[in-house]
């Protein structure tokens, strides 16, 4: 999913600027080496949907990151990511999540290479966040990204951030494979993607952000122009007895807020955005609260309330979405132990069709170096009409373990 | 925090300052224990006025009851900021989970103190809600108001008596939160030795008015013959027998940190 060629670039600037400060500096060129490891195991606890799907799934994958300091506030950072997966061939997977060179002074930063972005303020729902895309595949959430070549300009000032980015080459959504759960009722066919613009993947999207802090609220402005990253899927009938669907990436303009403000007790937050380009305009939005009892039940343990809401206005014959018109409520955990035990647990229920997704995680540490994840979904009374009713058969257990090194 | 500058160094308002200069020489009968209080801590905090900004290296060693130890490292920035609170930086190197996370604060002497969390796995940067600060830091037995910068203005004072501990001779103080609605403590009551105002010892009383946690701090340096620091802070929950120690190492001043270190983007680019 690497393309040579743009790796080898940054490969390439990264030897170059080896050699150029190994003469300068023959010591204290700070590196770090580090990773993690993880095993993860699903348990699926309905009978499968469609054909070749499994019962339960296994998969090991494994992060490192390198970091080299240059000194003089220059750096190079790489990160990579593999997974193997027992079942489904479109998770075994690898990327390039980050291999980026930062500079910076007390003006300005750059950064150029594959970066990673995140705007947003919600817990449920990322709407906003649009830098990077999402590696569907391994993660539900939407939580994972690929790694997005760029070149960053950051200037921060008394009175907030402006950001430039240039993205010269699109990253394609990743989609679960024929023997994958939580897919669409006809496989994904990513390797038939079509673009709307003639550039395809090479259209340079641009996108600029403007953030600042006022009195004790955190905002976010933004305008992206380019590739839209969640696909349009469509059809594919040219062999009739196997039917796919392939990704449509459109050109869109989007103009997004994000906002995090805290007012007395209560932490509020809220995303939306207006788009164009595909089918009609429309435009989403989400926000909601965070509230915090700390030490309840005359412990260190912190209990937080979290509630949520998302509207969506888009088309929905062209376009589909989960999150139309739902609802979302949080309980968090932090039981602030030695093993720090955290639980989540989170529901949301679609106000028209009310097909409802239960969700809980939980976590903790054992030892220094080890966390255990313990995961679970229920999709209940899932509506046909509703586009996740393609997962109603994908109740599941995860159980994950990451040794950190 | 984590400037843990339990030490009371916030900066005083001009105004509170003129007062207690032209008011000092009149009261020396009629200084009420109140008046007194404030006035120690406010010499404790003049004391440290003026160190500019300072980093360190620090290892928390959580323990619980059957002595099972824990420990987390965390690098600290800490800047004075001229007529309002600290604004300090802590970045967890350990546990190996939580590398990188960092929290960012930004105290005020009035009004809430403004904090931050950045989450590297997701490069997240999140708004925390400084009211929750009777809440545990990290797991530990010190919660977010007692590793805040101790911002004069934060409580009112009373002073109590002197007494000798650990052959120092000291000032021992009550101290009440201004912000009683979410502090955890009805009051604390605080050892300052007479010779140099540092803190030796503070005492947290809950919302039931009952012991809580002690603190003992030992091991002070002076740094640039002005600025003590604590090598030692020790916490102990006497309700839970759990306890928290704190290390520190690598104090340096005038590392030449400013504002722009203490920014959204520089908190992205943290290590």
């Known amino acids: 999913m690497i393309s040579p060629y743009r790796s080898s670039t940054v490969a390439l600037l990264y030897l170059l600027l080896c050699c150029s400060t190994l003469g300068i500096q023959q010591t204290s060129q700070a590196v770090e080496l580090r ?37 003089n506030n220059l750096s190079f950072t790489l990160e990579g990511f593999y997974r193997q997966d027992s079942q489904d061939k479109e998770r075994s997977h690898g990327d390039l999540r980050l291999a980026e060179f930062l500079y910076y002074n007390n003006n300005l930063e750059i950064t150029a290479g594959f970066g990673r972005i995140f705007w947003g303020a919600t817990e449920f729902v990322h709407l906003v966040d649009i830098i990077n895309q999402t590696d569907q595949v391994d993660a539900l959430d ?18 907030g951030v402006v950001e430039a980015f240039a993205l010269p080459w699109f990253r394609e959504r990743s989609f679960p494979g024929v023997e994958g759960r939580f897919r669409t009722p006809l496989p994904v066919d990513t390797d038939n993607a079509q673009y709307e613009s003639s550039s395809e993947e090479h259209h340079l999207d641009l996108a600029f952000r403007y953030a600042t802090t006022l009195a004790s609220a955190d905002i976010g402005l933004y305008f992206f122009q380019g590739t839209a990253r969640d696909p349009v ?16 990436y459109q ?78 409520g949080g309980l968090r955990l932090a039981v602030n132990d030695m ?23 939980s976590s903790r540490r054992l030892g220094e170096n080890i966390r255990l994840n313990l995961d679970a979904s229920f999709f209940i009374d899932m509506d046909y009409s509703d586009p996740a009713y393609a997962m109603a058969k994908d109740d599941f257990i995860k159980l994950e373990m990451v040794w950190y090194w | 925090m984590i400037s843990f500058s339990i030490s009371n160094r916030s900066l005083l308002s001009a105004t509170l300052c003129w007062l207690l200069l032209i008011s000092s020489p009149l009261a020396v009968q009629a200084e009420t224990a109140e008046e007194k209080g404030l006035a120690i801590a406010v010499e404790a905090h003049l004391r440290d006025e003026g160190f500019g900004d300072y980093t360190s290296d620090m290892t928390m060693t959580l323990r619980n009851k059957q002595g099972k130890e824990s420990k987390r490292a965390i690098r600290g920035k800490t800047l004075e ?76 004072y009373k002073h109590l008596r002197e007494e000798e501990l650990g052959g120092l001779l000291c000032y021992v103080s009550e101290s009440y ?26 005492e947290y009383y809950d919302r039931k008015k009952s012991l809580l946690k002690t603190l003992t701090v030992s091991g002070y340096q002076q740094y640039l013959g002005k600025h003590w620091r604590a090598d030692d802070m020790k916490m102990v929950n006497h309700q839970t027998g759990k306890s928290t120690s704190l290390h520190w190492e690598n104090y340096q001043f005038n ?11 520089s908190l992205k680019r943290i290590r």
């Open chain 1, 233 to 248: 899927l469509l059809l594919n009938l040219d062999s009739p007895q196997s039917p796919t669907l392939y990704p449509y």
């Open chain 1, 35 to 71: 990773g993690d490891l993880s095993l993860e195991g699903f348990l699926f606890l309905s009978d499968p949907a469609w054909k070749g799907q499994e019962d339960q799934s296994a998969s090991i994958a494994a992060n490192i990151e390198f970091y080299h300091d240059f000194q």
């Open chain 1, 142 to 159: 939407g939580e994972e990204k690929f790694g997005q070549p760029m070149v960053h300009v950051s200037v921060p000032g008394d009175w």
């Open chain 1, 339 to 361: 093993a720090d035990s955290t639980l989540l647990l989170g529901v949301i229920r679609d106000l028209d069709s009310g097909s409802t997704i239960i969700a809980l995680e």
């Open chain 2, 255 to 265: 590392t030449g940190l400013t504002e722009v270190d203490f920014n959204s983007t």
């Open chain 2, 81 to 156: 900021v001229a007529d309002d609170g600290d604004k300090s930086l802590s970045i967890f190197d350990t546990p190996r989970d939580v590398k990188g996370t960092a929290f960012l604060s930004f105290s005020h002497k009035v009004g809430d103190d403004e904090q931050w969390l950045y989450l590297p796995a997701l490069k997240r940067v999140k708004r925390i809600n400084s009211r929750n600060k009777s809440g545990s830091f990290m797991g530990s037995e010190f919660a977010y108001e007692d590793i805040a910068s101790q911002e004069v203005e934060k409580y009112n």
């Open chain 2, 177 to 202: 939160p201004v912000d009683k609605k979410n502090s955890g403590y009805t009051r604390r009551i605080t050892w300052l030795d007479k010779e140099e105002y540092r803190i030796q010892k503070v």
């Open chain 1, 251 to 328: 050109q869109i303009n989007q103009s997004g807020l994000d906002l995090q403000l805290a007012a007395g007790e209560w932490l509020l937050k809220g995303e939306a955005y207006y788009r164009t380009g595909q089918s009609r305009s429309y435009a989403a939005t989400t926000f909601g609260f965070e509230y915090t009892f700390t030490g309840i039940a005359e412990s260190m343990m912190d209990l937080g309330l979290i509630g949520e809401y998302v509207f969506d206005d888009r088309d929905n014959g062209w376009l589909p979405t989960v999150y139309e018109n739902d609802i979302m």
